[in-house]
């Protein structure tokens, strides 16, 4: 599990690799050559210690961030006499939607048991989750979790931090973010760790 601790440690690594030069050019003695440190080294390290600080935000705040974008949670189960036949399980679903699910907005989450398929969006109700059903990977969703979120502004960040949440297997991509729209932070705090980094620890093309 990513933890700050880990994150100091790697920063105090980087910090030494990256000054070793300098320290042996002010008189530090030391056996052989130093190591090697060009540019591709260092963007590997910059990019572990990203992936351990969103990590780490991910863990200590990721959930309630997530919940403070949901109205609300229901869930559908697949896999419970939902009749024969796609288009049976999508007439049993658009039923279950338009009874239980009153919010527009909402980000839907494939679960296979314990395993997340597929995250998506949808603005307009109960038609855009359904339309996976005659994906090739709906024969294992065992659930379907809908979480209504707080206005329509808040979808696409919903949707990414639900993507860093649940890690599932079948997305491509991360949520497209909108312009006018909530940020992730999640992918806020990536960009500012990143840049950060890349600040501190600057390389000229050589």
Same mark, same amino acid.
């Given at each position: 599990?990513?933890?700050?601790? %880990? ?39 910059? &990019? ?34 939902? &009749? ?50 005659? @994906? ?40 497209? %973010?909108? @312009? ?14 990143? %840049? ?9 093309? @050589?």
């Amino acid at each position: 599990m990513a933890s700050s601790r %880990q994150f100091d440690e790697g920063l105090d690594r980087l910090f030494r690799q990256f000054t070793e030069g300098l320290r042996r050019e002010a008189g530090k003695s030391a056996r052989g050559p130093a190591a090697k440190f060009d540019r591709h080294k260092l963007r590997r390290c910059i &990019g572990r210690l990203v992936d351990i600080a969103t990590e780490t935000e991910l863990t200590n705040n990721g959930k309630a961030l997530f919940d403070g974008t949901c109205s609300d949670k229901k869930q559908w189960h697949a896999k419970r006499g939902k &009749g024969w036949g796609l288009a049976a399980r999508k007439k049993t679903f658009r039923d279950w939607y338009d009874l239980h699910v009153y919010g527009r907005n909402c980000v839907y989450v494939f679960w296979s048991k314990r395993k997340c398929i597929y995250v998506g969006r949808t603005g307009s109700g109960g038609r855009r989750p359904h339309a996976h059903f005659e @994906k090739y990977w709906f024969s294992s969703v065992t659930r379907i979790d809908m979480y209504i979120i707080r206005g329509k502004r808040q979808l696409p960040k919903a949707e990414c931090m639900a993507i860093h949440l649940f890690k599932p297997n079948k997305n491509k991509m991360k949520s497209a %973010q909108q @312009k006018f729209r909530s940020k992730c932070p999640i992918c806020s705090k990536e960009v500012s760790v990143r %840049q950060s980094l890349n600040r501190i620890f600057t390389q000229r093309k @050589k």
